[in-house]
């Protein structure tokens, strides 16, 4: 019972059998106007409130003192025992038996309802209510509603289940009536307190104690911990393993054995309660008098047409759970080091799950900066934005921006919301990135001396919000870090003092928090409030790439939509949504998706300035680009307007309107109805990184990740996390690449076939792009009959290291930190040997010629042979003016002497030609030529090179050991997505293949006789 009362506080789907597909909305008349019995309309009058007010001057005592003022977020201890003071005061009906506050004169739903009382389906927006006003409040309803509230005013919405204990009836008109005067099972408290939020309320949810779903008899408050549990009962201290109650992590209120953790705390200033409230005419409430004179607003009851499925508690999971007893839908890690991984990567010693746990992310939930009292001053995070832009289930029907697909056999809710979707994808996650911590972690070990400036230039794009923010507050401090940038960014763009890492673990309750709030924006991610807060000025100039562009002012975000309703956003946050063309321009990704970076020698010193990555150069260099033949946008791809093929058309925002049900004191219609978008744009927003989606699956809580949110269902049907997983998967298999093999021969009289391949890159960049270590090789294998392999090329072993031809030796070129002579695979145009293997990469090496994937010792390249995009053609740098781009006109390596890669007619595609030798036996024997193309976000030579940096220079570790943590114990080989792709097996991701038939042999084919 209160699992479910805990999770519809504020949704009102409390009864409704969620692995039932849903409803739609023939359960109710279209018209809301039509769910409210007419005769409980305009049935006060102002002459009965003027009457009522004379009447009653005695409105009861304020709230105590210690109740007046909610602690502020940046004292945690202080939140957590105001908190408890304000739970106890409940818990004893105080407002009520001892304060004698004013209130409803009786209990009421807030909307219709369908089917049998108590298991059918609830359309309000809250549970069955009846509410109390302070004294002030109570004043204020007198006098109309004017003013503003004063600080320590409150209201009290006490709340409870629908079933026999409110004993409902149902007139002949269909109007229900609440005839029981139970207690309360929960309490919804807004106080007013000015100095925390734009909205200066102080809301929260809190339950009866008889109820208990804990020992402790309560869900939250406190919230205690860096990985945020309500109760300091649930804290372990240096576990030596996960505790399984852990995951998903989040409330996941199904089932009760569940431990609670990275919880959304339902008492805090800047609430989700605003996605509805912020719609209320005045001050975010809806609270009026003819709820206390009469009997408010009476909603109709509805006979259910349909077999209503049982509506008990539920697991939603249990229908794409790997094993039917568990209750997380996500893959379980290894429960110890996989040998081979510990073998091959002996350059850290095995890494305890006790040292990483003391060193996990804070939780998200600390993730929480607010619009300030008079308008946004600063970026928010996503968690102010969440509760409109997720696909939240407010009324019981179906979700908007959430589609329904089949998934592992069964129907499931898919949530395609712009948070749901972002809040999955290397932007969301960018933050809070392991594999970027440890790079980062990297280059200050070797690099100790420059470890401030190197932090605040990374997290210039992957803790933007945090860095930003903190160079504004800090901007007449120190500027050291501006020589960083080989192009001086707009005046526009501040620098303050630099923006360290250390700021990025602060959370309330830590001994040293006093850059909690920037640490808080940064593990946000590139987040709402960056993307749709840049502005036009300089942007597709070189000045600002590596994360320099001009942002508009706090108060304003842009986005695609001219017609925009703009009061509830300003209501919520002081923030004012607007059109901006920029926001569908492919520079404003190129901002950050081109970076150029310092070059050091080993020592340190610096040697001019180089692209690290320029996949935004790339698209311009290729048709894909504006006026070229195959013009399509970085949003065209990243953010698509379809779902398996069919295009969406959604509402882009959930708060309330008139789609819900009538009550008092709303915004008028035009002011908050919501246009459908046909044009709505999916924020996905990945490429093709499935193993850091998988680290967040599989380790959760070291990252500080919500994987089950409380109030987004949607969540729990099919979570975002594994949609965001086969979105990946998806664009790999349909969008990255095609592999043709365009003809296989035999070489009359000898041994030898000449199979030629044909990889044709389908994107609108280089294949692989990016940060330079990820890669992309070709496997190609010759079959006999029986599917035996006879010849191979581009085998790996259980890790993805790339092997020698049919055997298990890992090539030497997999290993650069064993053998840093060894060199490099190199580009190919005629492979003739099985330890030959045509891997597109880029290849850079450190100033004493060791290769290296350091981001700052880029010192030579040697090997640059990523496909090129379509149209592709090198003199097209030549034209510009930056050095820095003109040196892109370069071809590295012997990718120079392969026309496919230097003339613009040919570019786009490689042919291959494999020239295979087999002994006379096998020559016979061969039957097909088999090949395929797989991607490595994070490859073994990556992998070995980070580990070996946990030693150098500062030997700081934490971070690298996280990452060996996490990649030493990732379960990779049985791993599949929703459509039942296996996906990460040998730590690889499947692109394409074909397969052709190899010729049989004839008398011209075989070798002459002694």
Same mark, same amino acid.
């Given at each position: 019972?209160?699992?479910?009362?805990?999770?519809?506080?504020?949704?009102?789907?409390?009864?409704?059998?969620?692995?039932?597909?849903?409803?739609?909305?023939?359960?109710?008349?279209?018209?809301?106007?039509?769910?409210? &019995?007419?005769?409980?309309?305009?049935?006060?009058?102002?002459?009965?409130?003027?009457?009522?007010?004379?009447?009653?001057?005695?409105?009861?005592?304020?709230?105590?003192?210690?109740?007046?003022?909610?602690?502020?977020?940046?004292?945690?201890?202080?939140?957590?025992?105001?908190?408890?003071?304000?739970?106890?005061?409940?818990?004893?009906?105080?407002?009520?038996?001892?304060?004698?506050?004013?209130?409803?004169?009786?209990?009421?739903?807030?909307?219709?309802?369908?089917?049998?009382?108590?298991?059918?389906?609830?359309?309000?927006?809250?549970?069955?209510?009846?509410?109390?006003?302070?004294?002030?409040?109570?004043?204020?309803?007198?006098?109309?509603?004017?003013?503003?509230?004063?600080?320590?005013?409150?209201?009290?919405?006490?709340?409870?289940?629908?079933?026999?204990?409110?004993?409902?009836?149902?007139?002949?008109?269909? &109007?229900?009536?609440?005839?029981?005067?139970?207690?309360?099972?929960?309490?919804?408290?807004?106080?007013?307190?000015?100095?925390?939020?734009?909205?200066?309320?102080?809301?929260?949810?809190?339950?009866?104690?008889?109820?208990?779903?804990?020992?402790?008899?309560?869900?939250?408050?406190?919230?205690?911990?860096?990985?945020?549990?309500?109760?300091?009962?649930?804290?372990?201290?240096?576990?030596?393993?996960?505790?399984?109650?852990?995951?998903?992590?989040?409330?996941?209120?199904?089932?009760?054995?569940?431990?609670?953790?990275?919880?959304?705390?339902?008492?805090?200033?800047?609430?989700?309660?605003?996605?509805?409230? +912020?719609?209320?005419?005045?001050?975010?409430?809806?609270?009026?008098?003819?709820?206390?004179?009469?009997?408010?607003?009476?909603?109709?009851?509805?006979?259910?047409?349909?077999?209503? %499925?049982?509506?008990?508690?539920?697991?939603?999971?249990?229908?794409?759970?790997?094993?039917?007893?568990?209750?997380?839908?996500?893959?379980?890690?290894?429960?110890?080091?996989?040998?081979?991984?510990?073998?091959?990567?002996?350059?850290?010693?095995?890494?305890?799950?006790?040292?990483?746990?003391?060193?996990?992310?804070?939780?998200?939930?600390?993730?929480?900066?607010?619009?300030?009292?008079?308008?946004?001053?600063?970026?928010?995070?996503?968690?102010?934005?969440?509760?409109?832009?997720?696909?939240?289930?407010?009324?019981?029907?179906?979700?908007?921006?959430? @589609?329904?697909?089949?998934?592992?056999?069964?129907?499931?809710?898919?949530?395609?919301?712009?948070?749901?979707?972002?809040?999955?994808?290397?932007?969301?996650?960018?933050?809070?990135?392991?594999?970027?911590?440890?790079?980062?972690?990297?280059?200050?070990?070797?690099?100790?001396?420059?470890?401030? &400036?190197?932090?605040?230039?990374?997290?210039?794009?992957?803790?933007?919000?945090?860095?930003?923010?903190?160079?504004?507050?800090?901007?007449?401090?120190?500027?050291?870090?501006?020589?960083?940038?080989?192009?001086?960014?707009?005046?526009?763009?501040?620098?303050?003092?630099?923006?360290?890492?250390?700021?990025?673990?602060?959370?309330?309750?830590?001994?040293?928090?006093?850059?909690?709030?920037?640490?808080?924006?940064?593990?946000? =991610?590139?987040?709402?409030?960056?993307?749709? /807060?840049?502005?036009?000025?300089?942007?597709?100039?070189?000045?600002?790439?590596?994360?320099?562009?001009?942002?508009?002012?706090?108060?304003?975000?842009?986005?695609?939509?001219?017609? @925009?309703?703009?009061?509830?956003?300003?209501?919520?946050?002081?923030?004012?949504?607007?059109? =901006?063309?920029?926001?569908?321009?492919?520079?404003?990704?190129?901002? &950050?998706?081109?970076?150029?970076?310092?070059?050091?020698?080993?020592?340190?010193?610096?040697?001019?300035?180089?692209?690290?990555?320029?996949?935004?150069?790339?698209?311009?260099?290729?048709?894909?680009?504006?006026?070229?033949?195959?013009?399509?946008?970085?949003?065209?791809?990243?953010?698509?307007?379809?779902?398996?093929?069919?295009?969406?058309?959604?509402?882009?925002?959930?708060?309330?309107?008139?789609?819900?049900?009538?009550?008092?004191?709303?915004?008028?219609?035009?002011?908050?109805?919501?246009?459908?978008?046909?044009?709505?744009?999916?924020?996905?927003?990945?490429?093709?990184?499935?193993?850091?989606?998988?680290?967040?699956?599989?380790?959760?809580?070291?990252?500080?990740?919500?994987?089950?949110?409380?109030?987004?269902?949607? +969540?729990?049907?099919?979570?975002?996390?594994?949609?965001?997983?086969?979105?990946?998967?998806?664009?790999?298999?349909?969008?990255? %690449?095609?592999?043709?093999?365009?003809?296989?021969?035999?070489?009359?009289?000898?041994?030898?076939?000449?199979?030629?391949?044909?990889?044709?890159?389908?994107?609108?960049?280089?294949?692989?792009?990016?940060?330079?270590?990820?890669?992309?090789?070709?496997?190609?294998?010759?079959?006999?009959?029986?599917?035996?392999?006879?010849?191979?090329?581009? /085998?790996?072993?259980?890790?993805?290291?790339?092997?020698?031809?049919?055997?298990?030796? @890992?090539?030497?070129?997999?290993?650069?930190?064993?053998?840093?002579?060894?060199?490099?695979?190199?580009?190919?145009?005629?492979?003739?040997?099985?330890?030959?293997?045509?891997?597109?990469?880029?290849?850079?090496?450190?100033?004493?010629?060791?290769?290296?994937?350091?981001?700052?010792?880029?010192?030579?390249?040697?090997?640059?042979?990523?496909?090129?995009?379509?149209?592709?053609?090198?003199?097209?740098?030549?034209?510009?003016?930056?050095?820095?781009?003109?040196?892109?006109?370069?071809?590295?390596? %012997?990718?120079?002497?392969?026309?496919?890669?230097?003339?613009?007619?040919?570019?786009?595609?490689?042919?291959?030609?494999?020239?295979?030798?087999?002994?006379?036996?096998?020559?016979?024997?061969?039957?097909?030529?088999?090949?395929?193309?797989?991607?490595?976000?994070?490859?073994?030579?990556?992998?070995?090179?980070?580990?070996?940096?946990?030693?150098?220079?500062?030997?700081?570790?934490?971070?690298?050991?996280?990452?060996?943590?996490?990649?030493?114990?990732?379960?990779?080989?049985?791993?599949?997505?929703?459509?039942?792709?296996?996906?990460?097996?040998?730590?690889?991701?499947?692109?394409?293949?074909?397969?052709?038939?190899?010729?049989?042999?004839?008398?011209?084919?075989?070798?002459?006789?002694?």
């Amino acid at each position: 019972m209160v699992a479910i009362l805990a999770a519809c506080t504020l949704v009102t789907a409390c009864a409704d059998d969620d692995s039932a597909g849903g409803l739609d909305d023939s359960r109710l008349p279209q018209d809301p106007s039509q769910w409210v &019995c007419q005769d409980s309309l305009d049935v006060v009058t102002q002459a009965d409130i003027d009457a009522w007010c004379d009447e009653h001057p005695d409105r009861g005592s304020p709230l105590p003192e210690v109740l007046r003022a909610p602690a502020p977020l940046a004292d945690h201890d202080a939140k957590n025992l105001y908190d408890a003071e304000l739970e106890a005061f409940l818990k004893t009906d105080a407002y009520r038996l001892v304060l004698g506050w004013v209130g409803d004169r009786n209990w009421r739903f807030t909307g219709p309802y369908v089917g049998e009382i108590g298991s059918g389906y609830g359309y309000g927006t809250h549970l069955p209510v009846r509410i109390y006003y302070s004294p002030e409040v109570v004043d204020w309803l007198c006098d109309g509603r004017q003013g503003e509230l004063p600080a320590g005013a409150a209201i009290i919405k006490e709340m409870n289940l629908i079933g026999d204990r409110l004993d409902v009836s149902v007139d002949d008109d269909g &109007c229900m009536t609440i005839n029981a005067e139970p207690l309360p099972l929960a309490w919804a408290t807004m106080i007013k307190s000015g100095a925390e939020s734009n909205d200066e309320w102080y809301w929260s949810i809190m339950q009866r104690s008889q109820f208990p779903l804990y020992a402790e008899e309560r869900i939250d408050p406190p919230v205690v911990d860096r990985s945020a549990f309500p109760s300091l009962s649930f804290v372990e201290v240096d576990p030596s393993e996960p505790n399984p109650l852990w995951y998903p992590t989040g409330y996941f209120n199904e089932d009760q054995d569940k431990i609670p953790n990275v919880i959304a705390p339902q008492t805090q200033y800047g609430a989700f309660c605003l996605s509805c409230h +912020s719609s209320a005419a005045v001050d975010y409430t809806f609270a009026s008098l003819d709820n206390v004179i009469g009997e408010g607003i009476r909603y109709k009851w509805f006979p259910d047409t349909e077999q209503v %499925a049982d509506a008990g508690l539920q697991t939603h999971v249990l229908a794409y759970s790997d094993d039917a007893s568990a209750e997380n839908p996500f893959p379980r890690p290894l429960a110890t080091p996989a040998p081979a991984f510990v073998s091959f990567f002996d350059q850290l010693p095995p890494v305890s799950f006790e040292s990483v746990w003391r060193s996990r992310l804070p939780a998200e939930t600390y993730d929480h900066v607010l619009a300030a009292p008079g308008g946004s001053d600063s970026f928010l995070t996503s968690d102010q934005c969440s509760g409109c832009h997720d696909a939240i289930k407010y009324l019981a029907d179906v979700t908007n921006m959430a @589609v329904e697909a089949e998934r592992g056999g069964t129907t499931q809710r898919i949530n395609l919301s712009p948070y749901g979707e972002w809040n999955v994808s290397p932007m969301g996650l960018a933050g809070r990135d392991p594999i970027f911590f440890a790079q980062l972690e990297s280059e200050t070990n070797h690099f100790p001396d420059l470890a401030a &400036c190197i932090e605040n230039t990374c997290l210039h794009c992957h803790g933007v919000m945090g860095q930003r923010q903190h160079a504004i507050d800090t901007a007449a401090e120190d500027d050291a870090c501006r020589d960083f940038f080989g192009v001086a960014p707009p005046a526009e763009v501040p620098f303050g003092s630099p923006f360290r890492l250390s700021a990025v673990t602060q959370w309330p309750g830590a001994l040293d928090h006093g850059e909690q709030r920037y640490g808080a924006l940064a593990r946000d =991610g590139i987040s709402c409030t960056v993307c749709h /807060r840049i502005d036009e000025p300089a942007l597709g100039d070189e000045s600002s790439f590596t994360g320099n562009f001009v942002t508009g002012p706090p108060t304003e975000v842009y986005g695609p939509y001219e017609d @925009v309703v703009t009061v509830a956003m300003e209501n919520a946050l002081g923030v004012t949504p607007g059109f =901006g063309r920029q926001s569908v321009d492919s520079d404003l990704c190129g901002s &950050c998706h081109n970076i150029l970076l310092p070059v050091l020698d080993n020592d340190g010193n610096p040697s001019g300035f180089r692209y690290e990555q320029t996949t935004h150069l790339e698209w311009l260099n290729s048709n894909y680009a504006p006026g070229r033949s195959r013009q399509q946008s970085c949003q065209d791809c990243h953010m698509p307007n379809n779902f398996e093929g069919e295009p969406l058309s959604f509402q882009i925002a959930n708060f309330e309107s008139s789609e819900f049900p009538p009550t008092t004191f709303r915004l008028p219609d035009e002011e908050i109805d919501m246009v459908e978008r046909d044009r709505f744009a999916r924020h996905s927003l990945h490429g093709l990184n499935v193993f850091l989606n998988q680290m967040f699956q599989q380790f959760p809580l070291l990252l500080g990740f919500r994987q089950a949110e409380r109030y987004t269902r949607t +969540s729990l049907d099919y979570p975002p996390l594994r949609l965001g997983q086969e979105s990946m998967v998806d664009m790999a298999q349909e969008q990255t %690449a095609s592999v043709e093999v365009v003809s296989v021969e035999r070489n009359a009289g000898t041994d030898a076939l000449d199979a030629v391949v044909r990889i044709t890159n389908r994107t609108g960049h280089f294949l692989p792009s990016g940060v330079g270590f990820r890669r992309v090789f070709v496997e190609f294998l010759v079959r006999d009959a029986s599917g035996e392999i006879l010849w191979a090329s581009g /085998r790996t072993n259980a890790l993805g290291a790339l092997v020698a031809g049919r055997t298990d030796r @890992v090539l030497s070129t997999e290993q650069p930190t064993r053998f840093p002579g060894e060199g490099f695979q190199p580009h190919y145009q005629v492979i003739t040997a099985e330890d030959q293997v045509q891997i597109y990469e880029e290849i850079v090496a450190d100033s004493a010629g060791d290769r290296t994937t350091s981001f700052l010792r880029r010192f030579k390249e040697l090997k640059d042979n990523r496909l090129r995009p379509d149209g592709y053609a090198p003199r097209f740098y030549e034209s510009y003016q930056s050095p820095h781009i003109r040196e892109l006109a370069n071809t590295i390596g %012997a990718a120079a002497d392969d026309p496919r890669y230097v003339d613009e007619k040919l570019t786009g595609v490689d042919e291959i030609v494999y020239r295979v030798l087999l002994d006379g036996g096998d020559a016979d024997r061969a039957a097909a030529v088999e090949v395929s193309l797989y991607h490595q976000a994070i490859p073994p030579p990556y992998l070995q090179e980070r580990f070996a940096d946990a030693a150098v220079g500062t030997a700081q570790s934490e971070n690298i050991d996280r990452l060996y943590y996490m990649t030493s114990h990732l379960a990779v080989d049985d791993i599949v997505d929703g459509k039942g792709r296996q996906i990460m097996q040998q730590w690889k991701l499947f692109l394409a293949s074909d397969t052709a038939a190899v010729p049989p042999p004839t008398d011209q084919d075989l070798p002459p006789g002694p």
